[in-house]
Nanobody
Framework: VQLVESGGGLVQAGGSLRLSCAAS????????MGWFRQASGKEREWVSC??????YYDDSVRGRFTISSDRAKNMVYLEMNNLKLEDTAVYYC??????????????????????WGQGTLVTVSS
């Protein structure tokens, strides 16, 4: 299993970025996918997750971020708009087997995911 994030960078507050996560080595449709972030000196925190048609967001990003997936390309995306200084963090993509059942609640804990990417840094400047 391999997850590779890309799309991070430096952006001004109010700007937008689109993060991508390329998944390989597993049956993409059998997994739920999540995005987490970790700011310097802080714990890793959940941002959003998706399984089949079920999508969940943390309150801090709801209305600004959009998660999506493309099964044909084995890709997960995180469209981030109206970025704020507090969105600065390393963003991680994560995957967890669905075991035949879609997620009917958000998977918000890092321990709920078995596979992780290396992360991509998002820096929001004033």
């Amino acid at each position: 299993v391999q997850l590779v994030e890309s799309g991070g960078g430096l952006v001004q507050a109010g700007g937008s970025l689109r993060l991508s996560c390329a998944a390989s080595g597993f049956a993409f449709g059998d997994y739920g996918m999540g995005w987490f972030r970790q700011a310097s000196g802080k714990e890793r925190e959940w941002v959003s997750c998706i399984s089949d048609g079920n999508i969940y967001y943390d309150d801090s990003v709801r209305g600004r971020f959009t998660i999506s997936s493309d099964r044909a390309k084995n890709m997960v995306y995180l469209e981030m708009n109206n970025l704020k200084l507090e969105d600065t963090a390393v963003y991680y993509c994560a995957a967890e087997p669905l075991w035949g059942s879609s997620w009917y609640r958000a998977r918000t804990l890092p321990d709920e995911y078995d596979y992780w990417g290396q992360g991509t840094l998002v820096t929001v400047s004033s």
